[in-house]
């Protein structure tokens, strides 16, 4: 009898200890998550030296916590990006031969010229550690042409990308259109015959020589803008169509350009929308193609900076 | 040859001992803990999740291999005096060179065996998983393998003179520090203090370089690498294993076994 | 030639120095300790607990070096281990694996005295039987008594056959069944002709087993000789229980015939030399005493080794 009394307080004790405990930790506030400063970031070379050889798994921790914070929905995410920034620095030097975080961070780092600017830091290093993942480069040369406007150093990004193990076949022509942009036809003439010449791959020289095609057929074109913009001068009024250019008294052509290199059928045409001349074959001019949702992306993009570069 | 014959005898008595210490399987039981949770961990990553799992499973098998190798191996030869069994293994035609070094053999094959267990099953997370495995993982376990040899003859050499508390703080410290020698080397060698420069290089010469047997990241990240990444290594710590039970069998002789 | 093959041990001015703790201070346990133990004797080295007895065995042993002095055991250097074969030793209160069983720690013991395979079972399963372990050959020591493990104790000792034979406090902790056990066992050790180096400070076992005794007091050995030289020689004591004795009386015999007084209730114990007693019961006649009983007795070792404890005079050398 005084056994099962006993037994009974001794249950009423764990009863109310164990409702003691729910209680208190039920009432603390455990959503602590989206305090950033809750998340320890050492700095990278102390991580280092005090990791005791578990860089890499020290590296992973924090990479989980950086998916993290992009994986929710919290906070801000101007300080997020800055923290992401600080995270794959840490991680990176911990760990500098996994691809993912940098891309993690080009991705993400894109609020502001200077979060490109890290990006791009941790990109070159990225390409340092891991010389022959193309996927750097790649985005080393996405963010140069598209939140930098850099074509040269875009192009030379994508230009050390080639002849990578798994790089797409038309970054090679890409490069080529950027070099246009910055230093001429000619120069991506160069750049394409070059990049044919040296490939392995006989795909990929195709796509080069198609590339080249298009030049010269741009070639044409700008002798034909040429020829367009003196028939205006003469006679006060634009051509209705390329023909034109061959008719008269004195011809300002005697002779029109071939609308590809390789093929007699096309023809050139003035296209109605953009008013330019187009080969048939191409039917738009060699430029740096945009499509239109990235193009509003890119004047939001700027419209967003303007503040800035008032600033500086 | 009868020498090794009673190494031998000596080895394999102290790993029969040990395989009977619990703290080994508590410890064995959260080294595969951590490795299969590796599984879960790793799937909260959307890039690399093989590696962040072999990265999980080397560390596991670097940590708690580690830590069986100390806290079991501090207590070798002082738990051998201190219940006096030692008294009439000596009493026999048996050197104390010869006792040492077959309570260090048989502790490093003690410390293999669990090693290879989780190493089973580190490959057999790895092929569920569909992780590589090639020759960097055989290179990196061989490493991992070869500063256990240099971690346990850190224990002996504590073992032999000091109650096991101070050979694990000991052997704990040398641990943390051949893991940073190269680091604090590094930072030294930015210093402008001549002494400094010269004070963390000879840190780095003297204390073990356990980072040299540092092969997970490269493994996990299927690096490339040259043979004299593997052999030099090994080379070191065979090197380093045998400077350390001299100098154990040296301070071991003279000691009065009271 | 002859002479140096019996003395199987030879201890000569051995010193032993401690330094306790890190500090300079030196403690000196042995202060220049010499004995001899023949061959096919049982040799028993007695002395108070912290006399220095273990530290011996253990110079010997080659557990500790000694800080001077010379010790041999069959004419090698105790440092040596090679000549081990022909030794046992049990430790005070040994100690094995206790996850072993009795048959496995004597394979062991054998393995490392480097008994050959073949003789290894044998001899082990035999060892079993000479000491009465056999039915508990195949259990873990865990589930040994201490007077099992002291039993196993001497069969690992005696498991490579060898000559002589070391016991440190070998009848320590165990019951009476224990030490009879024991005793007949170094009992047979002497038949099969092995000479036996036994520490003790049970002095009925020494009287009962030992040839020759070597007394260590605080470092030092205060006698060296046979047993029946020193209990056997005639030398005899006498009990004389008296009563009615005034205390005047006591102190007379007390101080003029050195007798040892001991008070048994009503009565008085006088403890007397032999060649006193006459004197004595005289004297208590005298005063009025009234005489009880005499008894004649041999001098115990026990009296003699607490009077050689107390009274701090080298006798017998």
């Known amino acids: 009898m005084r056994d099962w009394i006993h037994s009974w307080h001794r249950y009423i004790v764990a009863v109310i200890a164990i409702s003691l405990t729910a209680f208190a930790h039920s009432a603390m506030d455990t959503s602590a998550e989206d305090d950033l400063s809750r998340i320890f970031l050492p700095e990278a070379a102390h991580a280092q030296l005090w990791s005791l050889g578990f860089d890499t798994v020290l590296a992973d921790y924090y990479w989980l916590q950086a998916l993290q914070l992009v994986g929710g929905e919290r906070g801000d995410t101007a300080q997020h990006i800055a923290m992401i920034g600080e995270m794959v620095e840490l991680i990176t030097t911990l760990d500098p031969w996994g691809g993912g975080p940098y891309r993690f961070a080009a991705i993400w780092m894109t609020d502001s010229k200077q979060s490109v600017r890290t990006a791009n830091r941790l990109l070159e290093r990225s390409i340092a550690h891991i010389p022959t993942d193309w996927r750097s480069r790649y985005y080393l040369g996405f963010n140069y042409f598209f939140y930098l406007e850099e074509n040269g150093k875009a192009a030379d990004a994508f230009e050390a990308a080639l002849g990578l193990e798994g790089v797409p076949r038309y970054l090679g022509a890409l490069a080529a259109r950027l070099r246009m942009n910055e230093g001429g036809l000619e120069m991506a003439a160069d750049f394409l015959a070059e990049f044919a010449r040296t490939t392995s791959d006989d795909f990929t020289r195709v796509e080069y020589l198609k590339a080249l095609d298009e030049v010269e057929t741009e070639r044409g074109a700008r002798k034909l803008d040429a020829a367009r913009e003196e028939y205006w001068r003469r006679h006060g009024e634009d051509i209705r169509d390329v023909h034109d250019l061959l008719r008269g008294p004195a011809p300002i052509l005697t002779q029109l350009p071939p609308a590809h290199p390789h093929f007699d059928f096309p023809v050139w045409r003035i296209d109605e929308q953009s008013g330019q001349i187009v080969s048939s074959f191409y039917r738009s001019r060699y430029h740096l193609h945009r499509a239109d949702h990235d193009e509003e992306r890119r004047e939001r993009w700027r419209s967003m900076q303007e503040p800035d570069a008032r600033a500086s | ?258 | 030639m002859q002479q140096h093959e019996r003395r199987i041990v030879r201890i000569e001015n051995i010193v032993k120095d401690f330094r306790p703790g890190f500090g300079l201070r030196v403690k000196r346990v042995l202060h220049g300790i010499s004995l001899d133990v023949n061959d096919g004797e049982i040799f028993g080295f007695v002395g108070p607990n912290g006399s220095g007895k273990t530290t011996t065995l253990k110079v010997l042993m080659g557990l500790i070096r000694a800080t001077s002095g010379e010790a041999t055991i069959l004419g090698h250097s105790v440092t040596e281990t090679a000549f081990r074969r022909e030794i046992g030793f049990l430790p005070e209160n040994p100690y094995f694996y206790s996850h072993l069983t009795g048959r496995e720690i004597l394979g062991f013991f054998a393995k490392l005295s480097g008994v050959t395979r073949g003789r290894r079972k044998a001899r082990i399963s035999e060892l079993l039987e000479w000491v009465g372990l056999d039915h508990a050959a195949d259990s873990r020591l865990e589930t040994y008594s201490k007077g099992m493990l002291q039993r196993l104790g001497i069969a690992q000792a005696l498991v490579h056959d060898p000559r002589v034979v070391f016991l440190d406090e070998p009848m320590s902790g165990l019951d009476p069944i224990g030490r009879v056990e024991i005793r007949d066992l170094v009992l047979r050790l002497r038949s099969e002709g092995k000479t036996v180096f036994m520490n003790t400070h049970i002095l009925h076992d020494v009287e009962m087993l030992c040839d020759r005794v070597a007394i260590i007091v605080e470092g030092r050995i205060r006698y060296q000789g046979v047993i029946e030289d020193l209990v056997g020689s005639g030398l005899h004591e006498v009990d004389i229980v008296a009563a009615n004795l005034s205390p005047e009386t006591v102190l007379e015999l007390e101080d003029r015939l050195a007798a040892k007084l001991r008070g048994v209730g009503e009565r008085v114990e006088i403890r007397v030399a032999e060649k006193e007693v006459n004197d004595t019961l005289r004297c208590v006649l005298a005063a009025g005493g009234e005489v009880v009983s005499v008894t004649r007795h041999r001098v115990s070792l026990e009296s003699f080794f607490l009077s050689t404890v107390e009274g701090g005079s080298e006798i017998g050398e």
């Not at chain 2, 040990?18 to 599984?39: D, E, Q």
């Not at chain 2, 089973?120 to 569920?128: I, N, P, Y």
């Not at chain 2, 051949?178 to 010469?205: N, P």
Request: charge should be neutral.
């Open chain 2, 1 to 258: 040859m009868k020498s090794l014959a009673r190494i031998w005898t000596i080895a394999m008595n102290t790993l029969r001992e040990a395989v009977r210490n619990k703290l080994l399987y508590a410890l064995l039981f959260f080294g595969v803990a951590v490795i299969l949770a590796g599984v879960v961990l790793s799937a909260l990553s959307y890039v690399e999740s093989e590696r962040i799992l072999q990265d999980f499973g080397f560390a596991a098998i670097r940590l708690f291999s580690v830590a069986i190798a100390i806290f079991v191996g501090v207590t070798l030869i002082h738990r051998e005096v201190e219940r006096r069994t030692v008294y009439a293994i000596l009493s026999k035609p048996l050197s104390r060179a010869e006792f040492l070094l077959g309570k260090y053999v048989g502790l490093l094959v003690t410390i293999w065996l669990q090693m290879a267990i989780m190493v089973v099953f580190f490959v057999a997370v790895s092929l569920v998983t569909g992780a590589p495995l090639d020759a960097g993982h055989a290179a990196a376990f061989a490493l991992i393998a070869a500063e256990l040899a240099v971690i346990v003859a850190v224990a002996t050499f504590f073992s032999a003179f000091t109650t096991p508390m101070l050979a694990s703080f000991f052997s704990i410290g040398i641990w943390a520090l051949g893991h940073m020698t190269r680091d604090l080397r590094d930072i030294g060698a930015s210093s402008i203090s001549e002494s400094v420069q010269s004070t963390t290089a000879l840190i780095h010469r003297v204390m073990p370089d356990l980072e040299s047997f540092n092969f997970a990241t490269e493994a996990a990240h299927g690096l490339a690498f040259a043979a004299s990444d593997v052999w030099l290594p090994l080379l070191y710590g065979v090197g380093y294993v045998s400077v350390l039970l001299v100098a154990a069998i040296g301070i071991f002789e003279r000691r009065d076994l009271r």
